[in-house]
C-alpha cells in the first residue's frame, strides 16, 4: 500500500523537530530568477502565467504542486491521469493524446513549455527546437531526469552515460517550484517522495526482493519480434536495484530489444509489463502481452508465466516521473507475494 503524501502540518513537525523555519526550507523566489536546465540559461522576471506540458510527467508534475490552473494544453499521455489530479485535469485542453504540433503549442501563448523527453524540443525536436520556442520569446523546461548524464542525439530514446539518479526528479520537482513561488509545496512533495522510497526499501530488505530477479518489458514495434525490454542504468534498472532485485537483462542500453529466446533463458524470477492508453504498437495493450506470453510457444513455459509471477504497471511508472515511487511501492509489494 502507498504511503500517503506529507501533509503541509506534518512537514511543519519535521522541520521544527530539526529545529529548522520554514522559512529557511523553502524562502519565496526572488525575481529576475536564472536556472541552469540541460544545457541552457532559463530567464523569468516573474512566474509565468500560463505554461504548456508536452509529456505526462511534467503535467502530473504541475498538478502534484498544485499548479493545474497555470496549465494552458497538455499532450503526449502514456495513461490516465493518475486519480488525485482529475480534478486539476478536467479543466484543462488536452493538444494531442501523443505528439502536439509547434503551432498549438505556441497557440497558446505559454510563458514556458516543459517537456519530459528532449526529443520532443532537442536538437532534432519532433515538435519544434528549443531554438524555435525562443525565437518567439517561449522558453522550453525539459525534465532534467532526461538530459542529465545523457546523450539524446544517439538512438531513438538517446543513450545514458551514467546511470538514471533519482535525485534528477526530485531536481525537476524543486525546479519547477521555484519557477512558480511554490517552493514549500515543492519541498513537502520530495520529503514524501523519499520517505516513500526508504519504506518500500525497507519492505522489500524485510521480504526477501535481493533473491529475485525480474525483467521489464515495455512493448513491442510487433509481437512477433523481439521486445522493448529495460537494459542496465536506465529509470526501470534503478527500479530493480533500489529494491535489491536483479535485472536479468545485461545491456547497456536502456530500452534494447532483446530476443524471447535469451529471456527464457534467464528464466526471470518475476515480468513486470507496461499498460498503456497509447496504441502506437500493438503491444502497447497489456492484455495482447498477457496473451502473447501465455501462448508463445518460448514464453509459457518461463516460471514467471506458468506460476503466474507477472506484474501490470503503468507505463508512466517505468519512466522517469514522479510515479516511479508508486512503480516502487508495486515492486516491494509483489516481491512480498512472490517470495520463493
Not at 86 to 99: C, I, K, P
Not at 220 to 235: C, N, Q, W
Not at 263 to 290: G, V
Amino acid at each position: 500500500m502507498a504511503l500517503p503524501s506529507f501533509t503541509a502540518s506534518r512537514l511543519a513537525v519535521l522541520i521544527a523537530g530539526l529545529g529548522l523555519s520554514a522559512a529557511a526550507l523553502a524562502a519565496p523566489t526572488q525575481y529576475p530568477l536564472t536556472v541552469d536546465n540541460c544545457g541552457q540559461q532559463l530567464k523569468f522576471d516573474k512566474a509565468p502565467e500560463k505554461a504548456v506540458t508536452i509529456g505526462q510527467a511534467g503535467t502530473e508534475t504541475f498538478y502534484a504542486l498544485g499548479l493545474g490552473d497555470r496549465l494552458a494544453g497538455t499532450s503526449l499521455w502514456f495513461n490516465k491521469v493518475s486519480p488525485e489530479y482529475e480534478a486539476q485535469n478536467a479543466g484543462v485542453e488536452r493538444l494531442a493524446d501523443n505528439d502536439p504540433s509547434f503551432e498549438s503549442v505556441i497557440g497558446k501563448r505559454p510563458g514556458l513549455v516543459a517537456v519530459q523527453f528532449e526529443w520532443m524540443v532537442g536538437q532534432q525536436g519532433v515538435v519544434g527546437t528549443r531554438e524555435q520556442f525562443h525565437e518567439v520569446g517561449i522558453p522550453t523546461y525539459i525534465l532534467p531526469s532526461d538530459c542529465e548524464g545523457k546523450d539524446n542525439l544517439v538512438g531513438a530514446d538517446g543513450t545514458r552515460l551514467q546511470a538514471f539518479d533519482v535525485g534528477s526528479v526530485y531536481k525537476g520537482v524543486l525546479q519547477l517550484a521555484q519557477i512558480f513561488d511554490v517552493q514549500t509545496r515543492g519541498e513537502e512533495l520530495v520529503a514524501g517522495y523519499k520517505a516513500r522510497l526508504a519504506a518500500a526499501q525497507d519492505k522489500a530488505r524485510k521480504n526477501g526482493a535481493d533473491k529475485l530477479s525480474a525483467l521489464f518489458w515495455f512493448s513491442s514495434a510487433d509481437l512477433e519480434i523481439d521486445p522493448y525490454v529495460a537494459g542496465r542504468k536506465g529509470v526501470a534498472d534503478f527500479m530493480l536495484a533500489s529494491l535489491g532485485m536483479r535485472n536479468v537483462i545485461e545491456s547497456q542500453e536502456e530500452w534494447p530489444t532483446v530476443g524471447w529466446e535469451t529471456i527464457a533463458k534467464a528464466n526471470p524470477d518475476i515480468l513486470i509489463i507496461a499498460r498503456m492508453e497509447r496504441r502506437r504498437f500493438p503491444a502497447d495493450d497489456y492484455e495482447k502481452k498477457l496473451e502473447f506470453l501465455k501462448s508463445d510457444s518460448v514464453t509459457r513455459n518461463m516460471d514467471a508465466v506458468k506460476n503466474g509471477r507477472i506484474v501490470i504497471m503503468d507505463a508512466d511508472a517505468m519512466q522517469a516521473s514522479t510515479r516511479i515511487f508508486a512503480g516502487v511501492e508495486q515492486l516491494a509489494e509483489a516481491a512480498a507475494g512472490f517470495r520463493r
